[in-house]
């Protein structure tokens, strides 16, 4: 049985701007960030990391000597954040790239503190192995209090262009796997090498994503030198009590220049053969699962349009109760890897990419999230996403393929998705 001691305490101070004070302490650094609603962690250090989360045991800080620092019962009570960040092919013996094998193999990572802001109001947590020392939480508390306001950077690159022959021989590959029955769609993905005019950190990035114009949910996972960031639009499975969410994302069009041409391409993608067939096929799975794992499972007919900063996406959203035993864990387990980032059928596919791809993904559409110590939490799916190191790094980008994918126009979208991340350079 492992103990995890923690105290929490309420802040008023922003919480990017607090992350941003603190994060040169500490080389371990993991986010969690939803742009769009409370639903914000950003975590510092490693406290313990478990393969597991049954067998724990939580202390809150308690005694008059931490209630001088953290004041309020609806604080105390605040539970540990874990944070996860698992590959998209754990098991592919294919290695990866120097950046992504530099993470270590570890389930789930409490840090020293986290920073968080939800529906109860935003929190300083410190956790420990032992009874949380309360000067170490009143200098945290000082310190939080005292973050100056974070600056944007703009940070100058060049992309080394990717093969295009290497694509369409991918191409043929799928479209060859698929009209051999093999499977139903595959998700390729490209690789970019990145390189800057000089060395950026992990701050800069998370900055920029944060408050720049991409939309969803902003990840990052920083081991030592090395990082892996983006700002991802899809949810895997969210859990709160018996309540789960999730979604199916699949298909994509352009954003327009105006609103009235967004609208015209939103409408040609709702009556695109094509797109609602690969949305379909995510729709299945997950509707599946819930099946199988939950009741009162509510998964609509008819998709509907998300909207981004460069492209548009059919979206059906998933709720269901789910039944006692079931962990977020285990939910997440059971969805991912999803049609949207592997294909149909989900084992096939994965196969075939081993095969196609020359690189392991690595976290690259991977399950990334948080889980708290009441088992409560969410899980995204790692989208618009790159791994860096001092100047240079690595950008990714995907899309589906069916038997009537075209190579130019599959080619093109994903340099529309590969927008996303390279806004976190600021430009």
Known sequence: MTRIYT???????????AFCWLQKGFTDQFVYYDKQRACRYMGLGRCIALPSLRDVEYEYGEGSSLHEVATGEDAADQPPVFFSFNRFDATNPAPADELM???????FMLPEIVLIENERGRFLQVNSLGPVYPGRVARFVRMVAAAPCRRRVVIPFALEPDSREAW????????????EGRVSKVVLSRRLRLVAEHPFSSKDLLVNLIDGDARGTVLLYRYADVFFCGCTPEL??????????SMCLAGTCPAGATAAESDALAEALLADGKNRAEHD?????IRSVLDRVCYDVDVPAVPEIMRLAHVQHLFTPARARVLAGITLADLMEDL?????????PVGEAKMLLRAIEPYNRGFYAGACGFVDGAGDGEFSVALRTGVFDGEMGYVYGGCGIVGESDADAEYEEI???????LSAFGA
């Open 236 to 245: 895997l499975v969210r859990k709160r009590g018996d309540v789960v969410e």
């Open 7 to 17: 105290c929490n305490v309420p802040i008023e101070a922003d919480l990017v701007d």
């Open 168 to 179: 369409d021989a991918a191409m043929d590959a799928a479209l060859a796997a698929i009209g």
């Open 415 to 421: 340099d529309l998705k590969l927008r996303t991340i």
């Open 101 to 107: 094998a530099s993470f270590p193999r570890l389930r």
């Open 281 to 285: 096929y995510v729709v299945q799975l």
């Open 336 to 344: 991912h890897p999803t049609p949207a980032v592997a294909g149909t």
